[in-house]
Nanobody
Framework: QVQLVESGGELVQAGGSLRLSCAVS????????MAWFRQAPGKERDLVSA????????YYTDSVKGRFTISRDNAKNTVYLQMNSLKPEDTAVYFC??????????????????????WGQGTQVTVSS
């Protein structure tokens, strides 16, 4: 069973920075497309950013473009989300997710949460104003 463990979430003031990490178990990480989703209270789980298995393709939702950076280290089985210039509206539980089939389909990543097979437990990010 593939396990994803997020870390790095905490309380930070507006304008601050955080780096989230997601460690993935198993030997197939370098073939997984990875994504970060977030869910605020009372709202749906939305895609924040995604990265292809090679790291060569990335996606960002409009609200985080220029502020967040997704990256991966296949040698460490870890994906990161560097978050700068944080805003109160970034407050949410952030989830890491993995898609093991995109590699074989020639697709860099997916945008729908239903496309992701493996999920972490989430890490809370709170941005105070």
């Amino acid at each position: 069973q593939v396990q994803l463990v997020e870390s790095g979430g905490e309380l930070v003031q507006a304008g601050g920075s955080l780096r989230l990490s997601c460690a993935v178990s198993g030997r197939a990480f370098n073939r997984y497309s990875m994504a970060w989703f977030r869910q605020a209270p009372g709202k749906e789980r939305d895609l924040v950013s995604a990265i292809s298995w090679s790291g060569g393709n990335t996606y960002y939702t409009d609200s985080v473009k220029g502020r967040f950076t997704i990256s991966r280290d296949n040698a460490k089985n870890t994906v990161y989300l560097q978050m700068n210039s944080l805003k109160p509206e970034d407050t949410a539980v952030y989830f890491c997710a993995a898609n093991p089939s995109a590699y074989y389909r020639g697709t860099p990543y997916y945008s729908g949460s239903h496309e992701y097979t493996y999920w972490g437990q989430g890490t809370q990010v709170t941005v105070s104003s």
